[in-house]
């Protein structure tokens, strides 16, 4: 999953959205975090259906679950074209196992400390390796991670 690239004018983006979305509300979905019993949120946004706190699902769009595609989530993507500039250094491409308890400011952070030096293969290990002691501190459990990296 390592892919190194000459020069960044070589590459153009195309970046799924990550906003949650559901399509088609009549279906019976509903956007919320998860609440504790206090009604404090945490979390990311999570798709449920209106009546049941089902499926649960932290993520914009789904391949395949037709339980999520009964409450309005779809397969189609967003996509967005960015021309790549000289200040973009490096693209992250992540599963919400990475995104989940790391903000957008710590994975820049983890991975630049790679950038420089060219080490794009530490850069992944150690964002999957900041990723999974975030879990453990957190749930307990883990859910799958899985980075791509491109300098």
Do not use: H
């Not at 000459?6 to 906003?19: D, N, P, Q, R």
């Not at 453990?136 to 991670?145: A, L, M, N, P, T």
């Amino acid at each position: 999953f390592f892919f190194k690239q000459k020069t960044a004018y070589e590459i153009s983006a195309c970046l799924v959205g990550s906003e949650m979305c559901i399509r088609d509300r009549s279906k019976g979905g509903r956007v919320e975090q998860l609440k504790t019993k206090d009604g404090q949120t945490y979390g990311p946004a999570r798709v449920w259906k209106n009546d049941e706190n089902l499926p649960g699902l932290a993520m914009s769009r789904s391949i395949g679950d037709q339980y999520a595609q009964r409450v309005g989530v779809t397969y189609e993507p967003e996509i967005l074209q960015n021309e790549i500039s000289e200040e973009d250094k490096f693209i992250v491409i992540a599963s919400d196992g990475v995104w989940e308890y790391l903000s957008n400011d710590e994975v820049v952070r983890i991975v630049s400390q790679f950038f420089e030096s060219n080490q794009i293969e530490e850069a992944c290990q150690e964002l999957q390796k900041q990723a999974l002691q975030k879990w453990k501190d957190q749930e307990g459990s883990i859910d799958g991670i899985t980075c791509l990296i491109i300098f």
